[in-house]
C-alpha cells in the first residue's frame, strides 16, 4: 500500500455564482469514512487514501446551490487513484452558459482528464 493525495479547489465563477459548494470524496470500498471539501475548508484540506497495485476507486458528489435555493445541485462520479500520486481536483462552472460544471483531474501537475457533468444547471426550474 501507499499514500496518495487529493486536494480540491474550486473555480472562482464556482465560488462567485453559488451561495454554498462542496465535494465530498470517499473510497468506494470504504463509504463509512468520507471528506468532504467546503468553502471554508478547501483551501487548506488535503485528504490521504491508501491505494494499492491495482489502484483505488474514489467516489466523488459535488453539491453546488444556488442562492435562494434549499436544495444542492447534485453530481457524482468515480475516480481511480494509483498509489503514491498527488491528485488535484478542480471544480468548474462553465463561465458563458452557467449550467454545464466539469472538474478538471491532474496528477503529479499534469491535467490527465476533465470530466463534464451531463446535467445541466437551470435557475428557472
Keep these: 500500500l501507499a499514500n496518495t493525495s487529493v486536494s480540491v479547489v474550486f473555480s472562482d465563477y464556482v465560488k462567485k455564482y453559488f451561495s454554498d459548494y462542496s465535494i465530498t470524496l470517499h473510497a468506494a470500498d470504504a463509504t463509512g469514512r468520507s471528506f468532504t471539501f467546503d ?13 494499492g497495485a491495482v489502484g483505488r476507486a474514489l467516489q466523488y458528489t459535488i453539491n453546488l446551490t444556488l ?3 434549499k436544495e444542492p445541485h447534485t453530481y ?4 481511480t487513484l494509483e498509489p503514491s500520486h498527488s491528485y488535484h481536483l ?6 458563458e452558459s452557467k449550467s454545464k460544471i466539469s472538474i478538471g483531474i491532474m496528477v503529479d501537475g499534469t491535467l490527465v482528464d476533465e470530466k463534464t457533468a451531463t446535467e445541466i444547471i437551470n435557475p428557472y426550474e
Design 39 to 51: 468553502k471554508n475548508n478547501y483551501s487548506y484540506k488535503t485528504a490521504y487514501f491508501n491505494v
Design 67 to 69: 442562492p435562494g435555493e
Design 76 to 79: 457524482s462520479n468515480v475516480l
Design 90 to 95: 478542480t471544480v468548474k462552472l462553465d463561465d
